[in-house]
């Protein structure tokens, strides 16, 4: 560990930041936007996102297997661009991600499968203005399982989403990515800090098997 980054833990650490909030009993799995045009360097994607997709595979079929809630979102726009907002504007190759296009379907290895929550949005969070806190509130959740993309981006937005609805939110450090590395680890630092526990899927799996 650096010597920064042992001076930044200790900052946070004095000041009470850093807790774990714990699993639940009922938890749920939020797939953010692993959509065609981020699993694509040429279009919105890069980095690390495609070993994030990679990693989300044996999650996704554990949540299935087990019968935990699973929902997964898209950005989508209308054709004609006529609700596309201020997030838009400063990302406006996003109103790309229409209905139809194949750039804002779901990667093929994450399709949805019957009876799991398909958002559509036109902002970064999974939660403004959409049905997803109260499908997880019917479901009885207490606890959410966040992969996904961009970690910077749309994972933030969606984590500190979650903590305002009182889940207890884990991001599962391998299944979310981003374009680059930079703020791929700084946000993971500042989520894990402030607004989620941090832990690898193969950890969270063992954790809610043994439950």
């Avoid at 946070?12 to 939020?30: K, M």
């Avoid at 949540?63 to 979102?73: F, K």
């Avoid at 898209?74 to 139809?100: H, N, Q």
């Avoid at 939110?169 to 894990?192: I, K, Q, S, Y």
Wanted: aromatic share 6%; glycine share 12%.
């Amino acid at each position: 560990m650096s010597g920064g980054l042992t001076s930044d833990l200790e900052v946070y650490a004095r000041q009470g930041f850093g807790q774990r909030a714990g699993l639940g009993a009922a938890p749920a799995l939020l797939i953010v936007d692993f959509v065609n045009g981020f699993a694509d360097p040429a279009v919105f994607g890069g980095g690390n996102i495609r070993e994030a997709i990679a990693a989300t595979v044996p999650v996704l079929a554990f949540c299935r297997g087990r019968g935990i809630p699973v929902a997964h979102t898209r950005v989508v726009y209308a054709a004609d661009g006529s609700d596309g907002g201020i997030f838009a504007r400063k990302a406006p190759g996003l109103l790309r991600l229409t209905e139809e296009s194949p750039l804002s379907q779901i990667v093929p290895e994450l399709a949805p499968a019957p009876g799991e929550l398909v958002v559509r949005k036109l902002s970064a969070s999974a939660f403004f203005e959409t049905p997803l806190s109260s499908w997880l509130r019917l479901k009885r959740v207490d606890t959410l399982l966040v992969a996904g993309c961009t970690t910077s981006g749309c994972v933030r937005a969606s984590v500190v989403d979650s903590l305002q609805h009182n889940f207890r939110t884990v991001v599962l450090t391998d299944c979310v990515g981003d374009r680059a590395p930079g703020p791929h680890e700084a946000n993971l630092f500042d989520m894990g800090q402030k607004y989620a526990d941090l832990m690898d899927s193969a950890a969270a799996m063992a954790a809610i098997g043994a439950g």
